[in-house]
Nanobody
Framework: QVQLVESGGGLVQPGESLRLSCVAS????????MAWYRQAPGKERAVVAT???????NYADSVKGRFTISRDNAKNTVYLQMNSLNPEDTAVYYC?????????????WGQGIQVTVSS
């Protein structure tokens, strides 16, 4: 089992920044990809950014150039630095981790954290 706990959300004004953190605990040695997803009201959950165990990253087009995902394997933590936030970034943000054990892929999710961008 892997537990994921997010922190760092809140209410900010347009143009401001936030940094989300997600700490993984439990059977974390086999974690490969970690990611951030978000779900806005009335919309489906969608990927924001991903990072592999080797540090390769990918971003949704809507956040490229504004968001940065990073990973500290020593602290078992993944971060999402969000700059130039706008109201369309308002959503519940979820941390995600995947691992493969005995050839089976396992997915884990955090409980979600609210990010609200409003003037």
């Amino acid at each position: 089992q892997v537990q994921l706990v997010e922190s760092g959300g809140g209410l900010v004004q347009p143009g401001e920044s936030l940094r989300l953190s997600c700490v993984a605990s439990g059977s974390i040695k086999s974690i490969n990809t970690m990611a951030w997803y978000r779900q806005a009201p009335g919309k489906e959950r969608a990927v924001v950014a991903t990072i592999t165990s080797g540090g390769s990253t990918n971003y949704a087009d809507s956040v490229k150039g504004r968001f940065t995902i990073s990973r500290d394997n020593a602290k078992n933590t993944v971060y999402l630095q969000m700059n130039s936030l706008n109201p369309e970034d308002t959503a519940v943000y979820y941390c995600y981790a995947s691992l493969v054990r005995s050839g089976v892929l396992y997915d884990y999710w955090g409980q979600g954290i609210q990010v609200t961008v409003s003037s």
